[in-house]
């Protein structure tokens, strides 16, 4: 059962490992960066639901990795993991487009539940843009019947 793909960054080989059997074991397809420019090349490449970040990487801080995939893929989840809380990291992590800040070590169910929440959310957000792309296609379809209309009815 494929509940969803998530990208999981940290230069930590244990964490790497750790988070990967978790989410693998409730269904989800995990996917592994070492390097926050491992990460943006993947994200390049690869369909992600979301991407589970250390706010600390060898090449750059998780916050401009997240910044980075915004401009690329907007639509995917983005969730900061943190062995060190910093209020002013938090907030600037929020308004760097992050979906959700969780401070390590964190419990395993807590995790999962705000990867549910937000991919659910992303879900709703998806079912809302087709909704918006189907009336805008339906009201185009209008538009053109009414003017093929209009030039039959001035050729005849």
Known sequence: MDRGRILVVDDDDMILESLVSILESEGYIASTARTGLEAIAKTEKEFFNAMLVDIHL??????????????????????????????????????????????KPFDPEILLELIERNLKQQEEELKYAQEKVLDYIRTRVKQLDEAENAEIKGAT
């Open 58 to 103: 060898p090449d750059m801080t998780g916050i401009d990795v997240i910044s980075r995939v915004s401009e690329t893929t907007p639509r995917m989840k983005k969730l900061i993991l943190t062995g060190f809380p910093e209020t002013h990291t938090a907030i600037d992590a929020v308004n760097r487009k992050a979906d959700a800040y969780l401070v």
